[in-house]
């Protein structure tokens, strides 16, 4: 079953911060966070393995909570560049034949 | 490493042709994934190879669509015949087996943009 993401999208100024969040049904193995801007392909940005680990790139980091069956990507000081569709992928085994299923995607805007 | 690479980039054609895709995925990954986006429903998995061997096409949209994988470095999606309804983003993903790498991340190719008529 598809992850729910939350919210479906948000405006920011440039310097504000987000949360976007990736809520499960089943217990997961894994967390993939994606970025896609307009016109390209998804990019991949990090994953997140079951231990509750909290993974950090440049101003973007991320969490993931196994027992709620949660992700939160953190955009922190947000910049024009961070615009684009966020999608997350969660894989529910490491025997699950690889496959990630992805949710709906948060579209994030940043305005100067 | 030239990273996945998809043809055509851009497929215009009219309702009732056959429309194929192609996709060549990072070498030595060895699980393929063949997606469809659209605006109404998303990123849609439609059909993945592990192995060259196809695992789940659940989500192949009806008989008019198969794929092939006729080894570990090329890919196939063909629909035939094509409808408008088809139009959309057709993006193929590869990744490496658990245990070879660090790091199991996807990598998605460019995307063909595929516009029936």
């Known amino acids: 079953q598809q992850p729910v993401q939350s919210p479906q999208a948000v405006i920011l100024r440039e310097g504000e911060d987000a949360v976007i969040n990736c809520s499960s049904s089943?217990?997961?193995?894994?967390v993939h966070w994606y970025r896609q801007k307009h016109g390209e392909a998804p990019v991949f940005l990090m994953i997140?393995?079951?231990?509750?680990e909290q993974k950090g790139h440049d101003k973007i980091s991320a969490s993931f909570n196994e027992k709620k069956q949660q992700s939160s990507l953190y955009l922190t000081a947000s910049q024009l560049s961070y615009s684009g569709t966020y999608f997350c992928?969660?894989?529910?085994?490491?025997?699950?034949?690889?496959?990630?299923?992805f949710g709906g995607g948060t579209r994030l805007m940043v305005k100067p | 490493d030239a990273g996945v690479i998809q043809s055509p980039r851009h497929e215009v054609t009219e309702m009732g042709q056959e429309v194929t895709l192609r996709c060549k995925p990072i070498s030595g990954h060895n699980s393929l994934f063949w997606y469809r986006q659209t605006m109404m429903r998303g990123l849609e998995l439609l059909i993945y190879?592990?192995?060259?061997?196809?695992?789940?096409d659940s989500g192949m949209p009806e008989d008019r669509f198969s794929a092939k994988m006729p080894n570990a470095s090329f890919s196939t999606l063909k629909i035939q015949p094509s409808e408008p309804r088809d139009s959309a983003v057709y993006f193929c993903?590869?990744?490496?087996?658990?245990?070879?790498?660090?790091?199991?991340?996807?990598?998605f190719g460019p995307g063909t943009r595929l516009t029936v008529l």
């Open positions: 992928g969660t894989e529910i085994s490491r025997n699950a034949g690889n496959m990630l299923t």
């Open positions: 997140l393995l079951k231990g509750g």
């Open positions: 089943k217990a997961l193995y894994s």
């Open positions: 993903a590869s990744r490496a087996t658990w245990g070879q790498h660090s790091y199991n991340e996807q990598f």
């Open positions: 190879f592990n192995n060259n061997v196809p695992i789940d």
